[in-house]
């Protein structure tokens, strides 16, 4: 039995945001409330910000956190985009202990996935689905038949000599000062390399870049995939992390 409210945490490369999260409904059950991330992004700094997080809706019981990196068991094996101290830690540990409560860990993306294939565009499909999140990085979500293949990190395939998320990501559109249409060509260049590899039925673009998919969607190229946005836009993360403390955390 699933719980109605509980909590989840997004932890990202400049934001930690979280908020009460109705899991039946997919949707936040409060404003989502967000700090800073901490720069350098140590794990003790980190846990500290999740902390205020919920503490400021003085939540008690089970928090879903997400991670941007290869999460197996609590452990965290990758930090692409926050501090090397993460490599290998007990991550799951270090957030049950700071919250006091029950905490489950996910990559970040796997937890975006997870709320648009229960909630979002992804409702009902069965084939291979994918889900990408363009911000700092690029997230990515694999489901076949409405089941998840973890920890994914298809954003550091190569592409061009380096990680793709260095080209494509929405973190790279604003470095470079590119115009949306400079940046959906290389969207589309990336798009097609992960086709080829994996010949999805259904592609879905995620993060918080999806809330103006109006600016790029119609300007890529068209495609065996369908192409379309995040229904839940930048709150899949969160809904994502709830829903896994639902489900893993007590």
Known sequence: MITPSVFGVDIGGSGIKGAPVDVEL????????????????????????????????????????????VVV??????????????????????????LGTPAVLLNDADAAGL???????????????LVLTFGTGIGSALFV???????????????????AERRASSAAKERH???WAE??????????????LLSPRLVIIGGGVSRKH??????LSERAARVVPAELRNDAGIVGA????????R
């Not at 709320?115 to 689905?129: L, N, S």
């Not at 994914?152 to 990680?163: A, I, V, W």
């Not at 290389?186 to 992960?194: A, I, K, M």
């Open 177 to 179: 000062e590119l115009s």
């Open 214 to 219: 109006e600016k790029f969607l119609p300007l």
């Open 183 to 196: 940046w959906a060509v290389r969207v589309d260049e990336y798009l097609g390399l992960v086709e080829r």
């Open 73 to 98: 068991d609590g452990h965290t094996r990758t930090a692409a985009n926050v501090d090397r101290s993460w490599l290998g830690l007990d991550a799951g540990t270090l957030f049950r202990e700071a």
């Open 242 to 249: 709830a829903m896994g403390a639902a489900r893993y955390g």
């Open 26 to 69: 997919g949707a936040l059950a409060q404003p989502r409330y967000k700090v800073p991330t901490p720069q350098p992004a140590k794990p003790e700094a980190v846990a500290a910000a999740v902390r205020e997080v919920v503490e400021h809706f003085e939540h008690e019981g089970p928090v879903g956190l997400t991670f941007p990196g």
């Open 145 to 163: 038949d409405g089941n998840l293949v973890p920890n994914t990190e298809l954003g550091h395939l190569e592409l061009r000599g380096k990680d």
């Open 115 to 129: 709320a648009e294939m229960a909630h979002g565009a992804g409702r009902g499909e069965g084939g291979t689905v």
